[in-house]
């Protein structure tokens, strides 16, 4: 038997041994490997050389150095943190920097911690800082909360580009592959056992998101997403301020009709939500309704096409709980806003082509019983086509 007193010595010198190892651990507060950032880091090498080069700038960030300038005044502010004695403080411009560069690349913070010499902590909390920001600063400005004269606006676009009348908005709702949330279970995994979330999006003629939600991805199935999102429910209530029914361009004769966004065959029929016939036993004047609306629907697919190839993330498993996830879904979506340019659509168009992806569809959105009222709206709409006010003169070759 060790006496008491070698017990006690022995105690003694682990204890001792402890300290200096954590002593050891807490020696620096930034590891030797990001001590040469400055000089081996990628912002301060890779990142000011791209600014000489516009166009792998544009590939690298994914916009134009005068667009990333723009938005660090924006919401650099938000992106500063006090110098502290231990060690300074990451520069807002190289925060803004990290934060894209997630959403554009879809990388991993792990990759990107080592190429930008950072610690991994530093890189998450940026990429958060980033995207709340931008939530926070940009919102009001570049996604507003709609006015009736802002649906009025929106439904003159879609008269003039894609010739539907009274059309507030193309409605779309597309998957998002995230990390298993905890504690989540089984209800909205595959059989692979990825987790996703649910984004619902309204966008106008040009492209530009009007609204948006990311829904409850485990509380609620693809069925009762659209009954129980916050769009329906404000329509419903009033909220939202739909312009109340007008007349169709020349053709007064057929009396007012609701104003209504279009959908595909996922989304319910409404007075206010278009979709087309069944492709069963349809006659030409409903494969003509179809054509139209199909014409003006290809606009948020457009939308989430330019959205998912500008930032490739959308095309990944995101590593992140879906709080996280929900800002990170808000930042893209209001920087899809602020760089959106109509000249610019069809060559990102044609890059997405290329790629070969594309976010996944939500297959059913609502039940398929419609009411009278809802049916009688969409054979208002299908006589207007098929009329001398309202036909287009290549619809006939498009059927």
């Given amino acids: 038997m060790v006496p008491l007193n070698k017990k006690r010595a022995l105690a003694i010198v682990l204890l001792l041994a402890l300290r200096r190892r954590r002593e050891r651990k807490r020696r620096f507060w930034v590891h030797p490997f990001n001590l040469r950032r400055k000089q081996r880091g990628d912002f301060y090498h890779l990142v000011a050389e791209l600014r000489l080069d516009r166009n792998r700038h544009q590939e690298y960030f994914r916009m134009s150095v005068e667009k990333m300038d723009e938005l ?21 411009k190289q925060r803004l920097a990290v934060g894209l560069r997630y959403l554009a690349s879809g990388d991993s913070m792990v990759n990107l911690a080592c190429s930008y010499r950072l610690g991994h902590s530093t890189v998450r909390n940026s990429v958060h800082m980033v995207y709340s920001a931008i939530e926070k600063v940009m919102m009001e400005r570049f996604l507003p909360k709609p006015t009736e004269d802002t649906w009025k606006e929106v439904a003159q676009g879609f008269w003039e580009k894609w010739n539907f009348p009274n059309c507030f908005g193309a409605i779309d709702g597309k998957h998002i592959s995230i990390q298993s949330p905890p504690r989540a279970g089984c209800q909205n995994s595959n059989h692979d056992r990825t987790f996703e979330i649910l984004l619902l999006a309204l966008v106008d003629a040009d492209c530009r998101f009007r609204f948006f939600q990311v829904a409850d991805f485990w509380r609620t199935d693809d ?60 006659n030409g004047k409903n494969r003509i309704f179809n054509y139209r609306l199909s014409r ?28 996280r996830v929900e800002t990170l879904v808000a930042a893209a979506c209001i920087l899809h806003n602020f760089l959106i340019d109509p000249n610019e659509n069809q060559r990102i168009l044609n890059e997405a082509e290329q790629l070969g992806h594309r976010m996944a569809a939500v297959q059913n959105m609502g039940g398929n019983r419609s009411s009278k009222a809802a049916i009688g709206v969409r054979e208002t709409l299908t006589t207007f086509f098929n009329s001398d006010e309202g036909c287009v003169p290549w619809q006939s070759k498009m059927i």
């Fill in 296 to 323: 003006a629907r290809k606009v948020v697919e457009n939308a989430f096409a330019i959205l998912a190839s500008r930032w490739r993330i959308f095309f990944r498993h995101i590593n992140l709980q879906p709080q």
């Fill in 72 to 92: 660090l005044s924006l919401v650099g502010p938000e992106l500063r943190r006090q110098s502290t004695s231990f060690r300074a403080p990451i520069e807002p």
């Fill in 223 to 282: 069925g009762g997403m659209f009954a129980g999102s916050d769009l329906a429910k404000s329509i419903k209530s009033g909220t939202l301020h739909v312009p109340p029914s007008a007349p169709l361009p020349g053709a007064t004769h057929l009396g007012d009709v609701p104003f209504v966004m279009v959908g595909d065959a996922a989304f319910p029929l409404k007075t206010y939500l278009m979709r087309p016939y069944p492709e069963v036993r349809l």
